[in-house]
């Protein structure tokens, strides 16, 4: 059994959470949240917030009342990109530079280890 919760728009690069969610891919959930709570990167914030909405989904199912976190661990993780904020910023000789402010997608699939 599983459960699942998406994030979306997150203002911050791809890159950037890809490189956190890879220290918490295929731990168990209780490992993975204290990994993400006490990060120093400001990445870890909503990925640690995805990661607590899909086990209180997986904890409100029906199906799942017997269990307890504890046999909980992060079957998928996947960040994907989003649309990107194009800004300009003042350059030498009047010109103009771009900046691409981008923004991501958050999805977590928490499942039990007895599946």
Not at 9 to 25: D, E, F, G, L, Q
Not at 46 to 71: F, G
Request: glycine share 2%.
């Amino acid at each position: 059994m599983e459960a699942r919760a998406i994030a979306k728009w997150i203002r911050m690069s791809p890159y950037k959470v890809r490189r956190v969610a890879k220290m918490v891919r295929d731990m168990d959930v209780n490992s993975a949240i204290n990994a993400l709570h006490y990060s120093a990167t400001s990445a870890s914030e909503p990925l640690e917030k995805v990661l607590r909405s899909a086990v209180a989904n997986m904890l409100n199912n029906e199906e799942a009342s017997k269990l307890s976190p504890e046999d909980l661990y992060i079957k998928e993780l996947k960040i994907d990109g989003a649309f990107s904020l194009k800004r300009f910023r003042a350059a030498s000789m009047g010109r103009a530079a771009r900046i691409i402010k981008r923004t991501c997608h958050i999805s977590v699939v928490v499942a039990d280890r007895k599946n």
